[in-house]
Nanobody, 123 residues
Framework: QVQLVESGGGLVQAGGSLKLSCAVSGRTVSDYAMGWFRQAPGKEREFVAR????????LYAISVRGRFIISADKAGNTVYLQMNNLKPEDTAVYYC????????????????WGQGTQVTVSS
């Protein structure tokens, strides 16, 4: 079984920063890419970023490119999302997920999910 636990969310003013963590446990942790998604109230879950455990091939949604940085600590089985210059529109519940197959930006391509962590950005 694979477990993902996110942490690091909170309330921050616009222009501020937060760093989210996703602790991953279970079998063959490092065999799969990892992704971050977010879901705002009344909206669909959307792709934010993904990365391989080697740190290669980070990909970002256009809306966060240049502001967010995804990284992976293979030894610690933890994936991070550094979020800088936060905007009110970044307010959402952020989820980490393990990639299974398909398009990296599609939530249906991920088969294990964390419980989510709330990020709220005030204007």
């Amino acid at each position: 079984q694979v477990q993902l636990v996110e942490s690091g969310g909170g309330l921050v003013q616009a222009g501020g920063s937060l760093k989210l963590s996703c602790a991953v446990s279970g079998r063959t942790v490092s065999d799969y890419a990892m992704g971050w998604f977010r879901q705002a109230p009344g909206k669909e879950r959307e792709f934010v970023a993904r990365i391989n455990w080697s740190g290669a091939m980070p990909l970002y949604a256009i809306s966060v490119r240049g502001r967010f940085i995804i990284s992976a600590d293979k030894a610690g089985n933890t994936v991070y999302l550094q979020m800088n210059n936060l905007k009110p529109e970044d307010t959402a519940v952020y989820y980490c997920a393990r990639f299974e197959d398909g398009l990296y930006s599609a939530s249906t391509s991920y088969n294990y999910w964390g419980q989510g962590t709330q990020v709220t950005v005030s204007s």
